[in-house]
C-alpha cells in the first residue's frame, strides 16, 4: 500500500510541477502514512514549489508526540518543499487557532491539488469527527477553509482540541487519495460506502460527495 501511494502521490506532484510549476497538498497525520512517507521523503528532496500541509492537527507544540505538523516535519523538512502548519500557540482555543490558521493559508492557491486522508474506526477523516463536533465543523461557511474542533468526549489517544481543514476545502480538492490499514477499517470503507451522502461518518460523506472520484488504499 505505502509504494502504491508513493507512486500515487509523487505522480500527482509531479505532474503539478511540470504543468503549473507548483504543486499544494496536504497530508494525513496518525499511524498509517508513516510507512509511505518513509518511502516519499528521499523523492521530496527536489521537491521545489510544493506547499504541505496537514489535514489536521492537534493543538499542541510540533515536538509533542501528538502533532501532526511535527511528523511531516521529520520526513519532509529536509526538503524544498514548504511546510505550513495548521496548530500555532495558543492551544487552548480551537476556534481562535482555525481563525490564524484561515488568515496564514488564505494566499495559497486553493482549492488543493491533492488531499491524502487516513480514517478512524469511528469513520472520522482529518479532524472531521462524528458526532456532535461534527456540526460543528460543518456549520463553517464553504468558503472557509480551516475549523476548530473540541472533540467531546476528547479521544483517549489523543485528548486535545484540534484544527481541520473543512469539509468543503476536502471536498474541493482536485485529486482525493484515501488510506487505511487492516480489516477493520475495510469493513468501515464498506459501511461508508453502503450509508453514502446519508452517513454519519464524514468517511460516507466524502466518499459520496467529493468533487472528484477518491482513490481508496487499503492493505492488510
Ligand atoms: O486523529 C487522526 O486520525 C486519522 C487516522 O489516523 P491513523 O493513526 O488511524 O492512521 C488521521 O488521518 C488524522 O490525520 C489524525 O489526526
Redesign the pocket.
Known sequence: MAESLVREVSGIITDRLDTEGAAFVAF??????VRAFEFLAPRASGWRGVTII?????LVPPRDRLS?YGLLERYFAAGQAQLIPLARPPFDDPAAAADAAELRLSDLAWPLDLVW?????DG????LLPGPDLSVAMRYPDWRRVAGVRPVPL?A??PVP?V?LTLSAILSAKRLLI???GRD?LEVVKRALDEGAESQMPLGIVLAKAKCQPDLFWSR
Open positions: 494525513p497525520g496518525g499511524r498509517s502514512p496537514p489535514t489536521d492537527d492537534r501532526n486522508l487516513g480514517f478512524g474506526l472520522h477523516v482529518a479532524s479521544p489517544e489523543a484540534r481541520t488510506s487505511g490499514c477499517k
